[in-house]
C-alpha cells in the first residue's frame, strides 16, 4: 500500500498544494497592487488637500500684507502687491500653481476677510498680472 501511496497520492497532494499556493500568492499580488494604487491615489489626495490649504494661507497672509502694507492704495495696487507676495511665497514652498488660481484664492480671501455676505457678490479685483 505505500508505494501506491508514495507513487499515485503524493504526486497528486503535491500538485494540488502547490496549485493552492499558487493561486493564494496571485490573489496576494493582485490585493496588494490594488491597495498600492488606493494608497497611491491615498497620498496624492492628501498631496493636493496639504497644496490647496497652504494656497489657502498663504492668499489671505497675502491679502492681508497688502491691506497693511498700503491701507491707501487702490485695489488694484493691493491686488498686485498680494498676488507678488503670494507668488513668491508659494516657489519658495516649492508648489507650483498657475496665476489664475492664485488670483481666485486672492480674490477668497478678500471676500472672507472683508466679511461680504453669501449671495451678495463682491466687486471683482480686475488686475491684469502676469500669467
Known sequence: MEPIVQ???LPIVKTVVL????VILAGLGVFFKQQ?????NYLETQALKNKQNLLWQVAQEAYARAEAA???????EKKS????YAAKKLSEQ????TADEIQA???????????IPEGKKAKPLDVNLPK
Open 7 to 9: 507513487e499515485v497520492v
Open 19 to 22: 496549485g493552492l499556493l499558487t
Open 36 to 40: 498600492a494604487s488606493k494608497f497611491k
Open 70 to 76: 498700503v491701507y491707501s492704495a487702490d485695489a488694484t
Open 81 to 84: 502687491i498680494a498676488y507678488g
Open 94 to 97: 516649492g508648489i507650483d500653481v
Open 105 to 115: 484664492k486672492i480674490q477668497e480671501a478678500w471676500i472672507k476677510l472683508e466679511g
